[in-house]
């Protein structure tokens, strides 16, 4: 069960990049999840439910318009030796300013 729940707050990593930190330390004991990590689990998952509305607004009054792009990769465990996901994302931030 530690395991299926993990890998569905990974997808959630995608949108709250606050928890990746969390989310990779806990991913390293999913072979053998003891009670302190699934204790853990049980706070991101609390964690998340309480931010699920938050929202990160781009712009400011006088402004454009501002333009977010946006790369993600994941790897679902392809390293044959560790047996690890790996997750990453780059955003660009661009705007300008009308006069």
Known sequence: ???QVLGSIIYAT???SDIQHAIGVLSQFGANPGKVHLEAL???LRYLNGTAYFA???????TD???LIG???LD?????DMQKSISGFV???AGSKVD
């Open 1 to 3: 069960m530690y395991i």
């Open 14 to 16: 995608q949108t709250h």
């Open 42 to 44: 049980k706070y991101v």
């Open 56 to 62: 990160l607004i781009l712009g400011w009054k006088g």
């Open 65 to 67: 318009g501002i333009n």
């Open 71 to 73: 790369w993600t990769n």
């Open 76 to 80: 679902w465990a392809q390293d044959t």
């Open 91 to 93: 955003f660009n931030v």
